[in-house]
């Protein structure tokens, strides 16, 4: 927001009524650039800092990923232990029974 001053042809052809007004003027502008520039710093500041959030929030969503395919791994490797399990415990309960009919023939 520019509001040039008044040029030396200017000055020289106004009243003091007129100079105060230009006055009042720059002095009304200057305020409103100084309160427009200290809402933009303001605002800087709020994206600046979400932008820290957004960094923060990328690197949190990056390890719970990482945690939920470690679970993942976790379950899928628990499934095969079960499936080994359940193999061995058919496998052993098949020499129980052979080893109880051996038992009955002798």
Known sequence: FFFPPPTKKELDTMTPEEEKAVADKRKLVDLFRSELMAKVDEHNEELHNMEEEMAHLAVFKKELLQKAEDHLDDVHRMEEEQTQLAV???????????????????
């Open 88 to 106: 061995f415990k058919e496998e052993l309960m098949n020499k129980v029974d052979e080893h109880l009919n051996d038992l009955h023939k002798k």
